[in-house]
């Protein structure tokens, strides 16, 4: 005989509408049995816990409990917390054996993939010699997918192992972690092919379209009487040392037919400050820093803007090579090259996409004086939408929802109140 009129499965689903109502939203166990204790003390803790399990699409244990289709409805986090089960992120539910050789809690291909993705951002970053912390990232990634900083940690470890045994380079300080699973082991060696595959393709496809921004950019270094390292060149327009070779020898034979002092003079080596051999070799200069103040010279005499007569294009590559340009500071040109690839060259609040409105935004806790110039640290933002942003006239709430200061709010209010646009998750 049942303890009140309706069956424990039900009163579960009443819970998690008023612990869980949206997406995203999570609660642990203590909360669960406080919520049972208040409404309904006499339903005992096992049982509650029980029904936890049983209504978890991953929890290895459900299986004993038989649920039922209906019964779907969350997502074990660790071994105390629990969110609302996604079907686009989350995989199936667990209706059969379990393989053994899993872990504690299956992960998706989406988790793989957004755990790879973090990878080699983080690999990308020691490359550029840039500073990092490791536990940001664990952090951002178990927030995004519902899952503690360890259980990221671990699996980053995995990844490495994997990598390990790719002869491939991982991360410095992430010891690989040989217990992967052969399946998911399969998952994260695909992921990693797809990647390097997609990025292959970027470079053949796009490097050419690419040497007007290249050729601007440089301009602006030599305006601002600098220079840019092979590997900084490489990173700001995501091209390979292949390709960059040759973007270096187009570019300096293009200033030599225009009778302007060669502009690749300005790329030189991290370690010496100096061109490589080949530099002298192509366009006969043995004196590259004499080439470099020439350059210095006539773009401050030139002051004719860089040139606007591009192609239109729908190319994401492209569009982002052409955003870094108004920047000469390598880094925050990387900076804004992230940003733009991660929002999807899109404004997060307006979903404009016109290159020259928008601007790189760095997020209000963020400083890239201390190496915060990832993709996660900024925001993509229209121009006068950037000023609002930094004199604290609209604020992004750390749940993505837009708020305007009363000042300003009549000329926003279509955007007041909603949600960032985000970029589209990883396949």
Known sequence: ????????????????AELAPTLGDSFDREEALAWFKIRYPKIKAGTISAHLVRFSINAPSRLHHNPKSDEDVLYQIDRSRFRLFNPSIDGKPFLSKIDKEENLFSWSKYELSTALDAYIEMINLEAAHLP????????????????SVKSIEYRMQNISAVLDEM?????TGLKPAGNVGTKVKAQIVALIKKKESQTNKKDKISYKEK???MRNWL???????SVVTYSQMREVFGVDRFSLKH??????HQAAEMNEPIITALIVSKETGLCSSGF???FGVSDDESERKALYSYWRENFDEPSNNEAETNEIEIKAARFVTVEARPDQAAFRRRVFLACNGKCVV????????LDAAHKKDRDWRLGHNTSNDGYLLRKDLHALYDNRLMVITESGEIQFDQSVLNHYQEFMGKKIIRANDPI
Do not use: H
Not at 132 to 147: D, H, I, P, T
Not at 350 to 357: E, F
């Open 1 to 16: 005989m049942a303890i009140y009129e309706k069956p424990v499965r039900v009163l579960i689903k009443e819970m998690i």
């Open 280 to 282: 002298a070799k192509e």
């Open 350 to 357: 307006s979903g404009c996409d016109v290159v020259k409105a």
């Open 247 to 252: 973007a270096m020898d187009f570019l300096g």
């Open 211 to 213: 040497l007007p921004s």
């Open 219 to 225: 301009i602006n270094i030599a305006k601002q009487q």
């Open 167 to 171: 002869n491939k380079t991982w991360i």
């Open 132 to 147: 990092y912390s490791k536990l940001s990232f664990y952090k951002r990634v178990a927030e995004k997918l519902g899952r």
